[in-house]
């Protein structure tokens, strides 16, 4: 591995103490149970129970628009800046782009990440982005490019669906002209047990193949027009699963949308009370 | 019109207002601006602190992990600062390798605390020659405003206070180890260095700049002391600052101390509770 | 009759007349809504390579390649080998990806496979492993686009699985452990290898949208017409991915109305790819490469 000589370089040997720990030994099976028992979560919640949402605007000071969501442990914050010029490139295009860097903060996740993006970090940028680029006016600012940064300080589950529901606030915040408010929402499914708005260690154990059936569904819909600017799947689900999940999450996302417009009300007020 | 004069004529600017003996802001010109603490609300992470110094933000987290220590110092552990300035915080940053910013920041950073002995690296030994703790302090610019440095200090420093370690069983006859996360100490902080930002505006001295008043100003340093005691003076070029003018921002930088380190002592007992 | 060149071009009267012939359940090459082009697959056409295959869908020409190392294995998942995709964008498969253009679409290809190949349901990464906790085998997957004429995932998604059906792994004569060293014989008898179950590998249709209808394989021009598309990952008649491409929403009507056609093109591509797949037989010697 090449060293990096921009930042102070840890020994190369160290290894988390988690791996040390004493070893447990529960099968999967007994972990999931213990992390749902008689329909009642970990923290208490319904299987169909949404987190709290904190919603603010205007974390970053010198950023055109920006906005810091707490659903649970998650804290996520994004920022949006003025439209620049596509760098590199030569040729007139129609549409505006949408540049989108989604990053786990080092200490966010149980395991430390690092500071380069990783193939995880790339694709839920790119999730990010396509979900976006559906409820902008894109064509508003031919030739230009919008920046939205996220970042997640602590991941507890559901990072990417509270990066996508902020990343929306922040845009709306930074007055680039958009169709639409964006909410999305998280589903994990393990067998009959389908989890809303799943914290960390629910997600990860939906991602392992304990029954038949298991997986993360992750939506993302416009508010007025009821659209579904993005879908994404993993694991392994019957047709059937999917459809309802898709009519369950629409419904959690409809939830979402009074306290997104809530923030954005407050974040008008403030600015006309400024002036 | 306000708003366009600044943009226009940025210094004429900040001159009328300085001559006037005030900031665009509202503050005097030896004002600081308020300090927020707030210490261990990341738990994925061994020690936590968001530390916000008027609109500049940095959080800090610190993850542990085992590691054997270099053969030359093979009794100490390592901490290891790294300041991230992610194009989020500011339009000043682009994606891609850290900043030179970033990188003289860490260097900093890493020298205050290894200069002001506020941490023992020994304390970080498992076994001798075997096996240490290496500490990763990750500090993140979430808003950046100016005054880096103060934050980047109030944010490691709370976070450190607040790392417990578990203990580890090690056989090294077997390289066997075993982490018992029932018990967690706190590591021990023997001090804590707080750090001040001044900047020049002709002849006038600015406490706690912004980044606009950095960036006009034509000189900006630090001064940073650990209770009472002088650790460092950093002053990377710009126009000659008078001893007279140096003796006072020292001065004013150990009452600013002692409140900072009682506010960290606050944010800690809160955490706790 | 209309004759379609290969060339890409805007031409509105020819996005209208898509448009026209796809509603009337007739697309431009003749097809139905639901028809794929031919298609032509070879496999075993790398002999570097532990398994290889290349697929001609109409102009999408695409190559594989398996290739298998020893590896540890994460300490998270001592149990299970590792399984990498990897895409390259050949800069003469489209004058798009010159330069770096192509990127995006690679990290995009191989975060949807990855993501489709994930679940132990899907494909058994228990099977890759050698001895608990210390070593395993690693296969990489190198896709390389040599040609792009539409329908990129659905291409890509069937030739990786041919090429995963072709690879061997071959046996293993003994292990010695020696403190932290651990030694692997790999058994001298080239023949004697195990072949990966591939049954549940995934097929991916792209479901394209144009006007209120959807269409399967959609050659470049219906690419063009189309807002946006979802790609099904299919295996066993289960769907373990969706993702979306292009920057179209969808209601939520016409994306279950997607899902339920690209599962059932998919069983229909899958039946026919493992027939084909039977007819190959062992060491054939031709092959475009041989």
Redesign the interface.
Known sequence: MPVDHKRINAPESAVPYKLFTKLNTESLKEQYQKAIRDGIRVDGRKPSEHRKIFLKTGIVAHAKGSAYIEQGNTKVVTSVFDPREIPNRTDYCLKGEIYCEFKFAPFSCPKRRLHQQDSQEKECSAIMKKALEAVVCREEFPNFQVDVYALVLHNDGSALSAAVTAAGVALASAGIPMFDIITSSTLAIQGEHSLFDPNFREELLSEIAIEKEHGVVILCVTSTHQQISHFHQTGNLQLNTITQSIDTLHNTCKEIVPVVQKCLVKSVLSVISES | MDEQFRILHPIKYYRDHINNHIRPDGRELNKFRPVLVNIG?????DG?ALAKVG???V?C????????P?VESPDQG?L???V?L??????KFK?G??SEE??VV??LL?DIVKNSKCFDLKQLCICHEKLVW?L?A?L?C????GSLMDACVIALMGALKSVQL?L?DYDPAIDN?????EQKNFVNIQGIPICTTFSMFDKNILYDPT?EEENLSSCTFNVVLMEDKLCSVHKPGGTPISEQNLMECIEVSKQRTNTICELIDIALKKNKT | MLILSSEKTDNPARIERTYYLISENIRIDGREREDYRPMEIETDVVSHAFGSSRLRLANTDVLVAVKIEVDAPYPERPLEGKLEFFVDCSANATPEFEGRGGEELAVELSNCLSSAYRSEEVFNLKKLCIMKGRKCWKLYVDILLLEVGGNLFDAVSIAVKAALWNTQIPKIKSINVDGSNIDIQVCDDIFSCTKLDVTGAPLMVTVCKIGDKCIVDPNAAEEQCSVGAVVVAVSRGNICTISQTGTGSFHPDTFKSCLILGISVAQRLEDSLTETLGEIKANQDVGFLK
């Not at chain 2, 609300?41 to 992470?45: E, L, W």
């Not at chain 2, 180890?177 to 996360?181: A, C, D, G, Q, R």
């Open positions: 609300s990341i738990n994925t992470s936590s609109d500049t933000t959080i987290g610190i993850k542990a992990e085992l590691c054997s270099k390592f290891i600062p790294n991230e992610p194009p989020l915080c500011s339009s994606p390798p850290p970033a990188q860490t260097q890493a290496c990763f990750d993140i979430i808003s950046y405003d578990p580890v180890k075993l982490v018992n996360e980044q």
